[in-house]
């Protein structure tokens, strides 16, 4: 297995971290906790492939996904599962392999999940909208030799070059997970319909297809399966700094933070919750709060490849939420949108809100349509990765990020020594103790080195302060990324890509905060001696190198730009003097 065995160090952060835990006194913020959440989760000694296989042993005909209408039993999800996992076994792949998904939501997703785990192998999920040169440098770290992609991501596999070795990629088409047209349950117009089903598919020549690998029958029963401490999932992250690194998650790193979910939505009942995949499932919220945790709940997974209010309206007709959770523009455009159609949002019970700050008027906005509140919460994929939140009650603040989730310990320490903690209520950087803490960086002991304490706490790289009751706010960021749409973009990487372009000699890439949250992606360019600035060329030649969200929004050609005595380009200087011009 792919087993991330303990040191004697990080051993011991664990008992200390659960030692701590139980002193209520150092925790004044579980009693702001909703009444029933416990102050600390049962830790997990089982793998998330013995919690899925529970989860179908138990729920059996009640559905577990539905696409465009479409159900599908949990009885038939471990059906699928197992046939899928015996086809990679046949194609070779073992214990500790990675296997590489590159997916939108769909109900093949959430097979190959839990196929690829159920051999002990690890999922490494990829952004299908990256383009061949954004995945390339991702392969090359992890080494994935199987691929499992949407039939549009497949030729951006293809383009790598010889060097990056692919054994097998299985293409996925989204319209065979469709039901009949005849018996399709949205009622969605016909020209919708067919721009819908145009968009989610291409052809893939040179691929095996998806049903071929669940043509050979069930995995034998007998096949081992992983233990608790194993490695489960690799996602790639800015993390603290710099450029994507692969965030290693453990099955009790997932699954703890699938139960500290669950102790959090206190109230939320097993087979009775609908579920809203409207997150990207390869992003680490959307893989926890569907793959994990909505599994864990037997809920019904109502899955979106991408986010549509005509397909969400439609879809509240049939199966109505009860667990809605987005970024704030996402919560904006579907009251809205369904304030204008008519279409209750009442089921709504449970909102989370994460990735962006969240505005007061998105909040007021929500609940005033839904059936609960809309709550901030705070994360990042090395703790895998919720790890504040505010609770479902009156004691929640708005404005905050909450406070920390059962089981969960935090410290404000020091910007320039993570031993060193500030006296309360004063700026520092918020570090992180518990089971949902990641293993560390996938190859690199450098970079893990940098996020990890040798204790064991967590460098969010995040600057906070905190109230006496442990509600914390942020107020800036160590790290300098970009968080547009809930994503995060590296400045370095947009950086590296203009500067491939002849006209720029240097470059500065930075984010301008909106009004109703998240940021734009801005760049100041120096150009080379004798060019014009061309907004247009400039974004197209980012449009052919990387995904659209980190495009920058605006580009600005500046004489010369601030630089340290390194001849280093100071970034937050360059953002101060050109915001005002903007």
């Keep these: 297995m792919a087993n991330i065995e303990q040191s004697s160090t990080e051993q011991s952060s ?50 577990a996904m539905e696409f465009f209408g479409r159900r599908t039993s949990y009885r038939e999800l471990g059906e699928q599962v197992e046939r899928a996992a015996e086809g990679l076994r046949r194609l070779g792949v073992r214990a500790g392999d990675r296997v590489a998904l590159i997916l939108p939501n769909c109900p093949q997703h959430v097979v190959a999940f839990y196929a690829v785990l159920r051999l002990g192998a690890v999922v490494v999920e990829h952004n299908p909208l990256y383009t061949s040169r954004e995945l390339r440098h991702q392969f090359e770290d992890h080494q994935a030799r199987v691929v499992i992609a949407w039939d549009k991501a497949v030729a951006a596999v293809q383009a790598f070059p010889a060097d990056v070795s692919i054994d097998h990629i299985v293409a996925v088409n989204l319209l065979n997970a469709f039901p009949v047209a005849k018996r399709l349950a949205l009622a969605l117009p016909l020209k919708k319909l067919r721009e819908t089903r145009a968009a989610l598919s291409a052809p893939a020549p040179g691929a095996m297809a998806w049903k071929d690998l669940l043509a050979h029958g069930r995995i034998s029963s007998t096949h081992p399966r992983p233990g608790v401490q194993d490695l489960a999932v690799i996602g790639y992250t ?34 009775k919750e609908i579920l809203y995949a409207i997150l990207p499932m390869f992003h680490a919220f959307g893989m926890t709060l569907y793959l994990t945790f909505g599994i864990r709940k037997q809920g019904l997974l109502v899955l979106f490849p991408k986010f549509d209010t005509d397909l969400v309206l439609a879809a509240m007709k049939k199966s109505p939420a009860t667990v809605y959770c987005a970024v704030p523009p996402i919560y904006e455009r579907t009251a809205l949108a369904a304030k204008e159609k008519g279409v209750s949002l009442r089921s709504c019970k449970y909102s989370i809100s994460g990735a962006m700050n969240l505005p007061d008027h998105v909040v007021e906005l929500w609940e005033s349509v839904s059936g609960g509140l809309l709550v901030e919460g705070y994360g990042m994929t090395e703790s895998s990765p919720v790890a504040l939140g505010n609770p479902f009650h009156p004691t929640r603040r708005n404005g905050t990020i909450g406070v920390p989730f059962p089981s969960t310990l ?48 967590l460098r969010t790289g995040d600057i906070v302060t905190v109230d006496p009751d442990g509600f914390t706010t942020i107020v800036d960021r160590m790290k300098e990324l970009v968080i ?14 203009l500067r491939l372009h002849d006209d720029v000699a240097d470059v500065a890439v930075f984010g301008k905060p909106l009004e109703r949250g998240g940021e734009m992606v801005v760049a100041a360019v120096v150009l080379q001696a004798g060019t014009s600035l061309d907004e247009a060329a400039l974004r197209a030649h980012c449009r052919e190198r990387m995904a659209g969200y980190k495009v920058p929004v605006r580009i600005v050609a500046v004489a010369d730009m601030p630089r340290s005595m390194l001849g280093k380009i100071l970034r937050k200087q360059v953002k101060e003097q050109v915001l005002p011009i903007l």
């Design 484 to 497: 547009t749409g809930g994503f995060n973009v590296s400045p370095s990487e947009v950086e590296a890509v």
């Design 14 to 63: 664990t008992e200390q971290s659960s030692s701590e835990a139980q002193n209520i006194p150092t925790q004044p913020w579980v009693r702001n906790y909703q009444p029933g959440v416990p102050a600390d989760i049962e830790l997990p000694t089982e793998s998330l492939v013995a919690m899925f296989e529970r989860s179908v042993a138990e729920a059996g005909e009640h559905p």
């Design 238 to 271: 800015s993390g603290t700094t710099g450029n994507p690194k692969g965030a290693m998650l453990t099955h009790y790193n997932l699954y703890a933070n699938a139960l500290q979910g669950e102790a959090w939505m206190h109230g939320a009942q097993e087979r």
């Design 410 to 457: 935090m410290r404000v320490s020091d910007v320039d020594d993570p031993g060193v903690d500030v006296p309360q209520g004063e700026r520092g950087e918020l570090l992180l103790k518990g089971p949902q803490v990641f293993a560390g960086y996938w190859n690199n002991p450098e970079e893990t080195a940098k996020a990890l304490t040798e204790d064991g706490w």
